[in-house]
């Protein structure tokens, strides 16, 4: 008997204990630096925002064509007189234009000197004021629609691999149409996740399906080949954009997501798993749990057997069956049968309870 | 068990005592919170370039000097008067307009700028909830610290919301308020709205000529006459070709009793059809006209655009608090009630004192004529009052008012919605200007100068001088041993600084010492706890000693009711 009552005193005095330190978890202060998904990347050093653009020097143009018009392609060598990509480099299979600009792994390794000073460059070509954009710098691309293509790598090897291990093609959808399996979202990707094996090249078309902006982000790729480690993708729908990547040698799991303020946070989530992955990634909809959950309460909400009397007697049968098949109705059927099941069990619960009388007898 | 009872009794007098005090006949010292202990920051944004105060040109568009402490990237004027069309990417990569942002084409009566304007207008939440982390993005403080959940018309942007992956702040073309739109009188314009927000909205002109549209959407805005909500991910455009000039109005008009106070609001400005009258279609942020139209700029040597606004904490917090949309609609349209609501933050173009004095200075010269126009998109009327200064009303929400009844006042009320278009003049004859200085400019309600309760606040700025402006643009006040310091702590806004301790060396106003048992809040917690898991243990044992107590109510009971039931039958 005695030894029961400190057992349970102990297990009632410890509960409290966890709810403090669960509390004390999520009440973490200091928003301001953090970003909750910085830290499931390591190696993530602070950056200088204005160099975002202005560092590296890996221009690629792949097969893949973002714009739409021929137009804007004719555009393109006219706006990059100052680049030493020109409209040729399109056609250019990635192999040749490899060795055409001489890549490494270093980030430091420039065609242009002027690049690190985005100022400086910016001022060289001031005088294309046409209708049509097509800038191609620093592994970024974009059209006068702001199509984007950011951190695209079409060949340079990440250390650990010797060789590409396959070529894969993944169309990512995106839209709020998406987010409609998903209660409590709005925005999302047609898939949650994607599973490629390591160093496999893999060429993303990203198809927005919405009439706004959307974004394929990815984050947490090598530095030393991904300006930030990042690989971005963007596109006002209805329309596709494509962008290729090889992705890294070891087992990993990478954040993918849309950063348009509260996409994410609303649905826009999900995790490109490299071989057997490595951690997940959090609320990712439908795939893993969010770190922060609303607390949700039931409503009294109007019900539709609260007006049946009013109803003429064909319109009352209508509502019943309409109303057989609501939620709601199935939910009463369930607590029933659960009822059901209680009054059966009683006997068996007797036989339980007089167990316990003999044990208390016992002391 | 007396063990326990006492274990229990002296936690509840740690718990107890931790928040009261006892009697003593000397009273506690004073405490002066030291500057130092404070998170300062400088008064002015070190981020922002000093070049970007020249007067300069770019892309060919003059640019206006503006002395102030943050003023306008040039790049976004430059964009904003020729259009991402017309402009450089290299330019355009200054910015972070996406590239469609604001279409310029077509001279269609050939005085030599465009008159085809598409401007593509976002909408972004500021503040909001993430479910990964406990705390806002992307952020924007209003003043140091202070963070209302908000939502605005944003120029469509490219790339990320916020500044870069490692920040949570958001990208500085992202902000309150929503930025002014300035067209043209004739100009065929098209507002693209696209719904980048989880929730539904819309656009309504207000004061705008705008044709109301049988076909299509109604073009008005409003859910109740004309047109469905915007739902998310999707575009919609309102199409308008003003025959009349002044300032005017847009906002959403989706539960407009919480989108507006939110955030969804801003100025749009109809000018005169000039020559060669390339406007800036936007100016992010309000405030300074840095690229001004051809007929303000015959009339005026300033113009200075002054959004009033008013938010209420408890509606920002909706936002903050719940990710899943559906409860946030919950709340937003079924339980906040505005007949009980107050208003909190009191702004002037998006910010409040002492950031107003960043961006939001009417910064003049003596004998200068300087065009203000005010909006209040406050849910309550205001009264704005110019220290030193009368100024004429010449408009009227955009109507010229008849020059000769024109009326010059020091205070200026705005009912909610209303514009009024304002001529300063700097002529130092007791009337017009009393000469020059630092003259406060601000809302004579007093809450207006608060910012949650907390003054110095709100939508409070300055109209100064040049010659009252220090060198990093702010006003300078030192040698009146003015320090404004204490309100650039986020301290401050949380209350925790002794408003007049600085004012003499004994600190006679600073904090009187507490004299109680100090249990840090952690602490106090784990004994509330302890205190919990001792009672529901307690009660446990308890449950269990009576146990057979309890089995023979609850058999006397059943057998009650079995009673009553026979009884009926």
């Not at chain 1, 199935?330 to 059966?344: E, K, R, S, T, V």
């Not at chain 2, 000039?245 to 005169?272: N, P």
């Not at chain 2, 933050?345 to 107003?356: A, Q």
């Not at chain 2, 406060?440 to 949650?452: A, C, P, S």
Request: proline share 5%.
């Amino acid at each position: 008997m005695k030894a029961r009552f400190t057992i349970i005193f102990l297990l009632a005095a410890t509960l409290p204990f966890c709810f403090n330190a669960m509390a004390q978890q999520q009440a973490t202060p200091d928003e301001h630096d953090q970003h909750a998904q910085h830290e499931q990347h390591s190696g993530h050093e602070q950056s200088e925002p204005k160099q975002e653009e202005a560092t590296q020097s890996e221009h690629d143009h792949s097969g893949h064509d973002m714009s739409t018009s021929s137009e804007t392609a004719a555009e393109h060598e006219h706006t990059h007189k100052d680049h030493s990509i020109d409209a040729e480099s399109h056609q250019e299979k990635p192999v040749q234009d490899h060795a055409h600009k001489d890549h490494s792994i270093d980030a430091e390794t420039h065609e242009h000197p002027s690049e690190h000073d985005h100022d400086v460059h910016l001022g060289g070509a001031a005088d294309h004021g046409d209708m049509h954009h097509h800038h191609v710098d620093d592994g970024h691309i974009m059209d006068h629609e702001g199509t984007m293509i950011m951190g695209q790598n079409l060949d340079k090897l990440p250390s650990g691999c010797k060789s590409i291990s396959e070529e894969v093609e993944i169309t990512v959808r995106a839209g709020r149409k998406y987010a409609q399996r998903f209660p409590g979202t709005v925005f999302a990707f047609d898939q949650q996740q994607w599973h490629v094996k390591p160093c496999s090249k893999v060429t993303f078309h990203f198809t927005n399906e919405d009439n706004i902006r959307h974004q394929f982000m990815m984050h947490g790729l090598p530095r030393y080949i991904y300006q930030l480690g990042m690989f971005h993708l963007e596109v006002t729908g209805p329309k596709t954009v494509s962008g290729t990547i090889i992705v890294p040698g070891s087992d990993d799991t990478l954040l993918v997501h849309c950063d348009i303020a509260q996409h994410m946070e609303k649905g826009m989530k999900a995790q490109l798993v490299i071989g057997k992955g490595g951690q997940d990634i959090p609320s990712i909809p439908g795939l893993t749990p969010y770190n922060i959950t609303d607390v949700y309460e039931a409503e009294d909400l109007p019900k539709i057997s609260a007006s049946e009397n009013k109803q003429d007697k064909s319109k009352v049968v209508r509502e019943i069956t309409k109303s057989l098949a609501k939620s709601d109705t199935q939910n009463y059927l369930i607590l029933l049968i659960g009822a059901l099941i209680g009054l059966f069990s009683i006997p068996l619960l007797r036989k339980i309870i007089p167990g316990r009388k003999t044990s208390k007898n016992e002391e | 068990m007396s063990n326990f009872i006492r274990t229990i009794i002296i936690i509840v007098y740690l718990v107890c005592a931790s928040g009261g005090a006892y009697a003593s006949l000397k009273l506690p010292e004073t405490i002066r919170v030291e500057p130092t202990a404070l998170t300062s920051e400088p008064p002015c944004d070190l981020k922002i370039p000093p070049a970007w105060r020249d007067a300069q040109v770019i892309e060919g568009v003059e640019i206006d000097a503006d002395p102030g402490c943050s003023p306008d990237n040039p790049a976004w004027i430059a964009v904003a008067v020729k259009g991402t069309n017309n402009v450089s990417m290299d330019t355009l990569m200054q910015t972070h307009f996406s590239p469609d942002a604001i279409i310029k084409t077509d001279d269609l009566d050939g005085d030599g700028d465009p008159d085809r304007i598409v401007i593509k207008l976002e909408i972004m939440e500021l503040n909001g909830k993430s479910p990964d982390f406990p705390g806002q993005v992307p952020t924007f403080d209003i003043a140091p610290g202070v963070q209302p959940g908000a939502w605005v018309f944003a120029p469509k942007t490219s790339g990320m919301s916020t500044e870069n992956f490692e920040s949570v702040r958001a990208t500085p073309l992202i902000r309150l308020p929503s930025p002014v739109i300035r067209v043209e009188q004739g100009d065929i314009v098209q507002i693209v709205l696209e719904n980048t927000h989880y929730f539904p909205h819309s656009i309504h002109l207000h004061g705008v000529d705008h044709p109301f549209h049988y076909e299509f959407n109604g073009n008005d805005g409003v859910p109740q006459t004309s047109e469905m909500e915007l739902m998310p991910g999707e575009r919609r455009i309102y199409q308008f070709q003003a025959r009349e000039t002044g300032t005017m109005f847009y906002h959403c008009h989706v539960q407009t009793h919480t989108h507006l106070s939110m955030g969804l609001a801003g100025i749009i400005v109809v000018e005169e059809n000039r020559p060669n009258n390339w406007l800036q279609t936007l100016n992010i942020g309000g405030g300074h006209v840095r690229h001004r139209s051809v007929a303000i700029k015959e009339d005026f040597d300033r113009e200075y655009d002054l959004h009033y606004h008013s938010m209420d904490k408890e509606l920002g917090d909706i936002i903050k608090e719940y990710n899943d949309p559906r409860l946030t609609a919950r709340d937003m349209n079924r339980r906040y009630q505005i007949n009980n609501a107050t208003e909190d933050y009191f702004t002037i173009n998006g910010l409040s004192f002492p950031y107003s004095l960043r961006e939001s200075l009417i910064i003049v010269d003596p004998d200068e004529k300087i065009k203000l126009r005010l909006l209040n998109s406050g849910s309550e009327s205001i009264a704005i009052h110019t220290h030193g200064h009368h100024a004429m009303i010449t408009h009227y929400d955009g109507v010229e008012h008849n020059p000769i009844a024109q009326i010059m006042r020091d205070v200026f009320d705005l009912a909610p919605a209303q514009r009024l278009d304002l001529k300063l003049e700097t002529i130092n004859d007791g009337r017009h200007s009393y000469g020059e200085g630092d003259w406060l400019i601000h809302d004579h309600r007093e809450k207006g100068i608060t910012t949650n309760g907390m003054a110095e606040g709100g939508s409070m700025s300055s109209i100064v001088y040049t010659s009252y402006l220090g060198e990093n643009g702010l006003p300078d006040t030192s040698h009146f041993g003015v320090n404004l310091d204490h309100f650039f702590t986020k301290e401050y806004w949380e209350r925790k600084v002794p408003v007049w301790q600085d004012l003499d060396e004994a600190a006679t106003f600073g904090a009187a010492a507490g004299r109680t048992i100090n249990l840090d809040t952690a602490t106090r917690n784990i004994l509330l706890y302890a205190l919990g898991g001792l009672l529901a243990g307690l009660l446990l044992y308890s449950i269990f000693v009576g146990r057979s107590h309890i089995k023979q109510y609850a058999a006397a009971l059943i057998s009650r009711i079995r009673g009553e039931k026979g009884g009926k039958a």
